[in-house]
């Protein structure tokens, strides 16, 4: 089952706590009808718009996070993320290009209430908190990407063949993004046995819940655009 990797240990409880919300993010309607063929190009041109700009972000997160953590083979962990994460905006860019957006056109976009209230919560999370408080609001995205990629790739609901977005399916279920995936659970896990995770269960899952909450409200940004 494509979920499996999902399901176990302190991520698998967070994402179990979320209840509701978390479906309405890896099933938002958004997501169906971008594997159906059927979401509106302005609204997919939103998105991205906004994601580039929320990718900025992220990446001041991850940062932070290395400041965080006391070990090297962590620190080298979330450092990996960071480097991928700036890796892909090039990458991001030229995605864009297909879709008739230049670099500048994203950069002189002002950032959406949904990117801002998104985003700046993490990095909220991660001046005020621990390195285990920031990775409970970071994994909602990283991971829960994977498993809509993995969804959609395992649907036979989904459309592949002349899908527009069928290349952005195919870039969340890659086995390169699922390895990451794969490292940041795993640095989440060991954070969370080092620094308490189970006497903090309650205060950790309200972060997840509500960073999967926000990533809802980010994909229901993109569908207004329509």
């Known amino acids: 089952m494509y979920t499996?990797?999902?399901e176990t240990g302190l991520y698998g409880r967070l994402r179990q706590q979320a209840g509701g919300h978390w479906?309405?993010?890896?099933a938002h309607p958004f997501i169906r009808q971008l594997a159906a063929g059927t979401l509106p190009e302005p609204a997919f041109r939103?998105?991205?718009?906004q994601d580039y700009l929320f990718l900025i972000h992220f990446a001041r997160a991850y940062a932070l996070l290395v400041s965080k953590l006391r070990t090297l083979p962590e620190m080298r962990a979330a450092a990996a993320s960071l480097n991928a994460i700036v890796a892909e905006l090039p990458l991001h860019l030229a995605y864009c290009a297909g879709w008739g957006l230049d670099e500048g056109e994203i950069a002189a976009q002002p950032e959406a209430p949904e990117t801002m209230n998104y985003t700046r919560y993490v990095l909220d999370i991660g001046h005020a908190g621990d390195a285990l408080e920031l990775l409970a609001a970071l994994l909602p995205c990283v991971?829960?990407?994977a498993e809509i990629g993995l969804r959609l790739l395992n649907d036979p609901a989904t459309r592949m063949e002349g899908n527009p977005?069928?290349?952005?399916i195919k870039?969340?279920?890659d086995p390169g993004y699922l390895a990451g995936v794969r490292a940041a659970i795993e640095l989440l896990e060991n954070v969370g046995r080092q620094r308490g995770a189970e006497s903090r269960f309650a205060e950790l899952a309200q972060i997840f819940t509500t960073a999967t909450?926000?990533?809802s409200a980010f994909w229901q940004m993109g569908l207004n655009a329509s």
Not at 23 to 26: G, I, K, M, S, T
Not at 46 to 49: E, I, N, P, S
Not at 165 to 168: D, I, K, N, P, Q
């Open 143 to 145: 991971a829960g990407y």
């Open 46 to 49: 939103r998105y991205l718009t």
């Open 4 to 6: 499996t990797m999902f």
């Open 171 to 173: 870039n969340y279920g």
């Open 213 to 215: 909450r926000l990533e």
């Open 165 to 168: 977005y069928a290349s952005w």
């Open 23 to 26: 479906q309405d993010y890896v």
